[in-house]
Nanobody
């Protein structure tokens, strides 16, 4: 079974940094899009960033220039580790951050698997 496990969330002051990690395992296919989403209670889920199988990245306008997504694909094609480096954090970045995976070369927005999330809280 595919499993996605996030870590790295926490409480930091505005202007600080956090690095989120997601270990994804159990894939049958080597091509996958990995992404980070965030959700604030009462608001819609937001796609924060994604990285496709060929390394193409996407960032939401609200985080572009502050966040950086990267991945480390193990030789074992069943596993990926994806990171989200978050710098210059703002109180409005406070949310639960979810890692997600989509099977395929490109990121189309249709996530197949989700992690349970990690809470990021930014104090002003």
């Amino acid at each position: 079974d595919v499993q996605l496990v996030e870590s790295g969330g926490g409480l930091v002051q505005a202007g600080g940094s956090l690095r989120l990690s997601c270990v994804a395992s159990g894939f049958t296919y080597s091509s996958r899009c990995m992404s980070w989403h965030r959700q604030v209670p009462g608001k819609e889920d937001q796609l924060v960033s994604s990285i496709s199988s060929d390394g193409t990245t996407y960032y939401a306008d609200s985080v572009r220039g502050r966040f950086n997504i990267s991945k480390d694909d193990a030789e074992d094609t069943a596993k990926s580790t994806v990171f989200l480096q978050m710098n210059s954090l703002k109180p409005e970045d406070t949310a639960v951050y979810y890692c997600a995976a989509e099977i395929g070369i490109w990121c189309s927005g249709g996530m197949d698997y989700w992690g349970k999330g990690t809470l990021v809280t930014i104090s002003s």
